[in-house]
């Protein structure tokens, strides 16, 4: 039986795969499946590109979907992953599509049959060479991450053919063998700039639906009575959470990367949502038993339920677990978040009303750009000396204390800006402030990384420079394939000298390493210390 072989994310086994079964979670089969569907997109893929309906919006919509479900830590659900290869084949047949040299199976074939014919279908890190399939996985990677954003963007009615027709154009050219090293290369950096415009997609969306995030603090503690929390990333999900459990003597709460939402005017006009539970996703299985209510994924990072809360667990968009129970659209469109309302109420929640703190988030574009002028002011007073953008995913390996370990011994004259799960490492930190300038500021989610790309470019345009020459360091976090996506954006926008850490992706070629170190200055991290000391010198 051939292996099944992945290293999409920080946590893969040794740093190098994982092999039979997933460091996250996932099992054989669910690799398998995994690979058939990412094997079967590309022949949709291809299939669109030469009927020439790479931008229509059903095969759009549905390949963001299933690259989505492919993410780790979103679908771990072996019968969900199987109807999204049934549909991609029968969108592939009637596009004109072949198997694409890969396994046939019948449109009815069942979950086992198919994840059987996963098996040929995995990761291969030497074909056509090893250095053309590290940056042919890059770019896979990287669209993975392109299409959680674009995604997001979509429920939200915001769509860009070009988003469809890039996407269904990377998957096919997986089947051309006449591409070679440089065209991978271009093609990891277009994946950049695709990407910029996903999460422009995506900013505009949620801003459109819900305003521009204000700074807000946000509690920590709880309300007495039913409870429901709400993680992952789709705010659309918590909207219409929130309209349907108006006045029903629920609270919902947020979890993970879901703190940034109570920024939202359109989302925090709603009283009962009220405060934040737990800390970076990582810790879900230790944190979530002391939550006595309904918890609802949205996206990732989903890892499985422990069986003190197994029961309260739903999954919603792109998420599934095998037995959670997964919301369904209602007749409007809307998801239906009835059952979770009602398992809320019958699981009773919290007996009092507790204090417990409080963390500050909403310093997304707007609101950062309502600092500008003060903030111009304080670095030409020399009052600000340096920008840290401490920022990215939070993962269970070790290493990643010195993320805390960075923003604590920062000079007292820098600002950090954090975005992503990664900030749950330091936010509790209080950091004072400069001048009435916060010198911790939450930008929002990993998907508001837009948002950093705005402020940096309107920093650098304030000062008439470049943002290479700007008094700012980007210090990322990376675990799964949003966090490839960003980098790329990144590279493609010419940043350099990011450091990536905690340790480097598995993926990423020695000599696709030496290219970014040459030519965008990337560095892995050392210790929070070193690392500061050379980013002061700089
Ligand atoms: Fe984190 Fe997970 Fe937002 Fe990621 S919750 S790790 S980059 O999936 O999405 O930052
Ligand atoms: Fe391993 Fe990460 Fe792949 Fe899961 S997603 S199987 S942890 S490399």
Redesign the pocket.
């Known amino acids: 039986e051939a292996p099944v072989f992945c290293w999409q994310c920080e946590q893969t086994k040794s740093g190098e795969g994982c092999v039979a079964g997933g460091a996250c979670g996932k099992t054989p089969e669910t690799a398998a499946l995994q690979d058939l569907l990412m094997h079967t997109l590309k022949g949709l893929g291809r299939a669109a590109i030469r009927a020439g309906k790479e931008g229509e919006a059903g095969t759009g919509r549905f390949v963001l979907k299933a690259l989505f479900a492919t993410l780790?830590?979103v679908d771990f659900d072996p019968d969900s992953l199987a109807s999204l290869i049934r549909e991609a084949a029968a969108r592939r047949g009637a596009l004109g599509g072949g198997a694409g040299g890969g396994p046939a199976f019948a449109p009815d074939a069942g979950t086992g049959t198919l994840a059987e014919a996963g098996r040929a279908c995995g990761v291969d890190r030497d074909a056509p060479s090893p250095v053309l399939a590290s940056l042919r996985e890059t770019a896979l990677y990287g669209l993975k991450g392109l299409a959680a954003y674009a995604w997001h963007a979509s429920a939200l009615g915001r769509e860009d053919p070009s988003l469809f027709a890039f996407a269904c154009g990377l998957l096919a050219k997986c089947l051309d063998s006449t591409l070679g090293v440089p065209d991978w290369l271009a093609l990891a950096l277009k994946t950049g700039e695709a990407n910029l415009a996903a999460m422009r997609l995506l900013d505009e969306a949620n801003t459109g639906a819900y305003g521009h995030p204000e700074p807000v603090s946000v509690p920590l503690g709880h309300r007495k009575g039913p409870a429901i929390l709400v993680s992952g990333?789709d705010l659309k999900d918590l909207a219409e959470l929130l309209e349907q459990s108006e006045g029903a003597g629920v609270t919902v709460y947020t979890h993970?990367?879901m703190l940034p939402a109570h920024g939202y005017p359109g989302l925090r006009r709603h009283a009962h949502l009220h405060g934040h539970f737990g800390t970076g996703?990582q810790n879900q299985r230790r944190e979530l038993p002391a939550f006595p209510g309904a918890v609802l994924f949205t996206s990732?990072?989903l890892q499985g339920p422990a069986p003190a809360y197994a029961g309260a667990v739903f999954t919603s968009g792109p998420a599934a677990w095998p037995g959670a129970p997964r919301i369904q659209a209602g007749p409007d469109g809307a998801g239906d978040f009835a059952p979770v309302i009602e398992k809320a109420l019958g699981l009773g929640g919290y007996p009092d009303d507790a204090g417990g703190g409080s963390l500050r988030t909403g310093f997304a574009r707007n609101a950062v750009a309502g600092l500008a002028g003060r903030l111009i002011g304080a670095v030409k007073d020399g009052l600000v000396g340096r920008f840290l953008l401490v920022g990215?995913?939070?993962?269970g390996r070790p290493g990643r204390g010195y993320y805390r370990e960075i923003v604590e011994k920062a000079p007292p004259d820098t600002v950090i800006l954090t975005l992503?799960?990664?900030k749950f490492r330091f936010n509790d930190l209080d950091l004072g402030d400069i001048g009435g300038i916060p010198r911790l500021l939450d930008l929002g989610?990993?998907?508001d990384a837009y948002s950093a790309v705005q402020i940096a470019l309107s920093l650098a345009e304030a000062f008439g420079t470049g943002v290479n020459e700007l008094p700012l360091r980007l210090v990322l976090s990376w675990?799964?394939q949003?966090?490839v996506a960003i980098l790329l954006t990144l590279l493609h926008l010419g940043v350099r000298n990011i450091l990536l850490g905690p340790s480097l992706p598995a993926f990423i070629h020695p000599e696709v390493l030496r290219t970014l170190v040459d030519g965008y200055g990337l560095a892995p991290i050392s210790s929070a210390e070193g690392d500061l000391e050379q980013i002061l010198a700089g």
Request: charged fraction near 20%; include cysteine; glycine fraction near 22%.
């Open positions: 780790t830590n990333h993970g990367e996703w990732n990072c990215g995913c939070d993962g992503g799960c990664g989610q990993c998907n675990y799964e949003k966090a």
